[in-house]
């Protein structure tokens, strides 16, 4: 394997109230990262309810680009 190629995983934590609106945010960050038309793939996700704001939760979520 190349130093130069090797396979990335993106974490992303992001906040929401439903979740739509927690996998669209999760989704528009790691195509900032990969590339608008990259093809993506979850490993995990992760929510939880966010402390610091009543009925909005925080969601963790792991990604890696296909291909």
């Known amino acids: 394997m190349s ?3 090797f396979p990335l995983t993106l ?3 992001v906040s929401g109230a ?3 609106e927690i996998r669209e945010k ?3 960050r790691a195509h ?3 590339g608008p038309g990259a093809e993506l793939d979850v490993t995990s996700a992760e929510a939880e309810p ?3 704001a009543e009925g ?3 969601a963790t979520v792991l990604f890696r680009k296909v291909g």
Do not use: M
């Open 18 to 20: 439903t979740p739509d």
């Open 11 to 13: 974490r992303v934590t």
């Open 32 to 34: 900032s990262f990969f």
């Open 56 to 58: 909005r939760y925080r």
């Open 26 to 28: 999760a989704v528009a």
């Open 3 to 5: 130093t130069r190629a």
């Open 50 to 52: 966010d402390a610091e």
